[in-house]
């Protein structure tokens, strides 16, 4: 039977913006998860299948694609350099590539919104297109990120690039140029920097290499190599290198479950009380599963069924059933901290709810990139939680939960970034009385349907 005025999402005005506010009200009665759900497709491979198909020659068909407010931003940055892309309203897309070297010059500056990914990848792409002028920009979030991490090393290689700060911060315009191969020691552990490099690789002639501290995401690597680049992967030094000039050709490309969408309700079912919930289609590829082995050091009841693989990427269905008991809380403390960390870097917001219902105290450290994130991530999910009663005090590098203390419901705010409204909704699940957050609209960037979803697993 539906629980009424559960769930709800209204028009609301911040700072003088049209927003959403979105009102979580705990049901009465007990509200326990159950079923089977999808999540939208993994946003880093939609980006990745939408820049590769738009550098291919050829027809590329992604099924599976994140209709998700990044993606479009890619999309659209994508149709001005010439790309064919047909409109995001279902998720099998087409695009016919205009093919590596051809891009056209734009008449107006690329607007990346809210997208990191959408940014530092594409700038690898149009600082090694001779003879073109390119100006790229963001939302307010995305122009006080960091853009010297792939700045930096594409001058290295040779490229035009002036921003405001000396080019770290956007907007920023860039003059293609024939860029020199470098063998670049990423200072930090980030997919970003390494694509961007490596996508600044397929037009330079000779070896390009990135040398990373630890594995980040590895999608590049795996969807360069099935559009045709050579790519070499050294496991052992985390490096990789892409050797130039690379030809791609139009594939079918099929994106999984996002992982990072999967963590919202993979906590939401290990904290809320007799949950038995199965995120079905999920990518389980190692190098973002570490919110797996976290939740299940915490002592979730996480279980893989369906193992398969999916056009390069492994899949596989997630069940999770809540673990806890009148006289037992339903996860325990841990800490998360070295390689881990580049492996849940998306997922921290969300466990550090699973953190607050965990009994002892759970100590996130060398998570500093948190900060430069679509918000600061430390700052905000602890002030944001705390607000609700929880225990957490900010690191330099990360968090401290204290586990254990009841939330109640309050007012607290997005500060426009997806994961943290999401990761705010799940707290609300579990919290007394009734929370609104305030600038919900923020999680159509990364998974439109959040609401719906949550609406009907309250329900
Ligand atoms: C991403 C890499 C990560 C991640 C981001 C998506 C990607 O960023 O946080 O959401 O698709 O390459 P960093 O490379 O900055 O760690």
Redesign the pocket.
């Given at each position: 039977m539906r629980v009424p005025n559960v769930i709800s999402l209204k028009a609301s005005e911040y700072q003088h913006n049209l927003t959403q506010d979105l009102t979580i009200a705990r049901p009465s009665t007990g509200l326990a998860l159950k079923g089977r759900i999808r999540v939208p497709g993994d946003?880093?491979?939609s980006?990745?299948a939408l820049m590769l198909g738009a550098l291919a020659e050829g027809e590329t068909t992604i099924e599976g694609l994140l209709l998700g407010e990044d993606p479009r931003s890619t999309a659209a940055c994508f149709r001005s350099l010439g790309a064919e892309i047909s409109e995001l309203n279902s998720d099998r897309v087409h695009v016919r590539g205009i093919g590596l070297g051809q891009l056209l010059e734009p008449l107006n500056v690329l607007d990346a919104g809210n997208s990191?990914?959408t940014l530092?990848?594409m700038l690898g792409i149009l600082a090694s297109h001779p003879e073109r002028f390119f100006t790229v920009t963001g939302d307010g979030s995305l122009r006080s990120r960091p853009m010297s991490?792939v700045v930096n090393p594409l001058r290295q290689m040779g490229a035009e690039i002036w921003g405001r700060k000396g080019g770290s911060l956007a907007p920023l315009a860039i003059r293609g140029q024939a860029l020199q191969p470098i063998h670049y020691q990423s200072p930090?552990?980030?997919?970003?920097?390494?694509?961007c490099i490596m996508l600044a690789g397929l037009m330079t002639e000779g070896q390009t290499t990135v040398t990373e501290p630890a594995l980040?995401?590895d999608?590049?690597e795996r969807m360069l190599r099935a559009f045709g680049a050579e790519v070499t992967v050294d496991p052992d030094t985390c490096s990789v290198t892409v050797t130039g000039p690379a030809r791609l050709e139009g594939q079918s490309v099929i994106v999984p479950g996002d992982i990072?969408s999967a963590a919202f309700w993979l906590v939401a079912g290990a904290i809320v009380p007799e949950s038995d919930l199965t995120i079905e289609n999920v990518g389980v590829n190692p190098t973002r599963t570490g919110v797996l082995d976290a939740l299940k050091l915490m002592g979730a009841d996480i279980t893989q069924e369906n193992c398969r693989e999916v056009a390069g990427e492994p899949v596989a269905d997630l069940r999770v059933r809540y673990a806890g008991s009148k006289t037992r809380a339903p996860l325990r403390a841990c800490t998360i901290a070295g390689a881990l960390i580049?492996r849940l870097?998306?997922e921290i917001p969300i466990l550090t709810v699973a953190a607050a219902f965990a009994e002892g105290t759970t100590q996130i450290q060398d998570a500093e990139?948190l900060r430069?994130?679509?918000s600061d991530r430390i700052a905000v999910m602890a002030s944001q939680l705390n607000q609700m009663g929880a225990q957490v005090s900010e690191r330099l590098d990360g968090m401290e939960i204290t586990g254990g203390h009841s939330l109640h419901g309050t007012e607290v705010d997005s500060h426009t970034d997806h994961r943290i409204a999401m990761s705010l909704a799940i707290a609300a699940l579990n919290a007394s009385d009734t929370t609104t957050i305030h600038r919900a609209e923020a999680v159509a960037v990364?998974y439109p349907d959040f609401v719906p979803t949550l609406t009907t697993l309250c329900s």
């Amino acid at each position: 039977m539906r629980v009424p005025n559960v769930i709800s999402l209204k028009a609301s005005e911040y700072q003088h913006n049209l927003t959403q506010d979105l009102t979580i009200a705990r049901p009465s009665t007990g509200l326990a998860l159950k079923g089977r759900i999808r999540v939208p497709g993994d946003k880093s491979i939609s980006h990745r299948a939408l820049m590769l198909g738009a550098l291919a020659e050829g027809e590329t068909t992604i099924e599976g694609l994140l209709l998700g407010e990044d993606p479009r931003s890619t999309a659209a940055c994508f149709r001005s350099l010439g790309a064919e892309i047909s409109e995001l309203n279902s998720d099998r897309v087409h695009v016919r590539g205009i093919g590596l070297g051809q891009l056209l010059e734009p008449l107006n500056v690329l607007d990346a919104g809210n997208s990191g990914t959408t940014l530092r990848l594409m700038l690898g792409i149009l600082a090694s297109h001779p003879e073109r002028f390119f100006t790229v920009t963001g939302d307010g979030s995305l122009r006080s990120r960091p853009m010297s991490r792939v700045v930096n090393p594409l001058r290295q290689m040779g490229a035009e690039i002036w921003g405001r700060k000396g080019g770290s911060l956007a907007p920023l315009a860039i003059r293609g140029q024939a860029l020199q191969p470098i063998h670049y020691q990423s200072p930090i552990a980030s997919a970003q920097v390494k694509s961007c490099i490596m996508l600044a690789g397929l037009m330079t002639e000779g070896q390009t290499t990135v040398t990373e501290p630890a594995l980040s995401r590895d999608h590049s690597e795996r969807m360069l190599r099935a559009f045709g680049a050579e790519v070499t992967v050294d496991p052992d030094t985390c490096s990789v290198t892409v050797t130039g000039p690379a030809r791609l050709e139009g594939q079918s490309v099929i994106v999984p479950g996002d992982i990072s969408s999967a963590a919202f309700w993979l906590v939401a079912g290990a904290i809320v009380p007799e949950s038995d919930l199965t995120i079905e289609n999920v990518g389980v590829n190692p190098t973002r599963t570490g919110v797996l082995d976290a939740l299940k050091l915490m002592g979730a009841d996480i279980t893989q069924e369906n193992c398969r693989e999916v056009a390069g990427e492994p899949v596989a269905d997630l069940r999770v059933r809540y673990a806890g008991s009148k006289t037992r809380a339903p996860l325990r403390a841990c800490t998360i901290a070295g390689a881990l960390i580049p492996r849940l870097i998306d997922e921290i917001p969300i466990l550090t709810v699973a953190a607050a219902f965990a009994e002892g105290t759970t100590q996130i450290q060398d998570a500093e990139e948190l900060r430069v994130k679509e918000s600061d991530r430390i700052a905000v999910m602890a002030s944001q939680l705390n607000q609700m009663g929880a225990q957490v005090s900010e690191r330099l590098d990360g968090m401290e939960i204290t586990g254990g203390h009841s939330l109640h419901g309050t007012e607290v705010d997005s500060h426009t970034d997806h994961r943290i409204a999401m990761s705010l909704a799940i707290a609300a699940l579990n919290a007394s009385d009734t929370t609104t957050i305030h600038r919900a609209e923020a999680v159509a960037v990364s998974y439109p349907d959040f609401v719906p979803t949550l609406t009907t697993l309250c329900s």
